[in-house]
């Protein structure tokens, strides 16, 4: 998938976990971003984001099949359908500059053990905030090691 490929590349850059945390960093990210009730209107706004922000090429052709089927239906009552359309959706939100920051901030609040202690997981301003100050950084200044240690 595109963005487990994603998280990989992003957390070999912040931290040396495996890829089982990066499933994991992906669904804490996918509960705070993605609403809980997934319905038709939902996914017609996420196609048409898509198809605005030139994403659309870049998913998957299954994720866009999904997708454009989804758009039909109003209520989605399997916990699989459910499932399979909120990934497509959190690669759609991934692939988008705010979702990568979104990312890269839960990352650096997972590193930081004075983050993780403030609370900063339930607040998406704050995740976006860390996440585009850790991007806005020269790499030569981010810390990789560990917190505040260049």
Partial sequence: MVFEGLSS????AVTSTTLDAGSQVLDLLGSVVLPGKVTGG????????????GIWRRLRPESRALLLAARCFSVFR????????????????????????????????????????????????????????????????RYTAGPYVR
């Fill in 9 to 12: 590349l992003a957390l070999a």
């Fill in 78 to 141: 399997s916990p699989v359908a459910v499932s399979a359309l909120r990934r497509a959706m959190l690669e759609v939100w991934l692939l988008m500059l705010r979702g990568m920051t979104l990312l890269f901030g839960v990352l650096v609040s997972l590193r930081d053990p004075c983050l993780r202690l403030s609370g900063v997981f339930g607040n998406v301003a704050k995740l976006l905030v860390v996440g585009i100050s850790y991007l806005s950084n020269p790499p030569a200044y």
């Fill in 42 to 53: 939902l996914v017609s706004r996420f196609v048409r984001r898509a198809v605005r922000l």
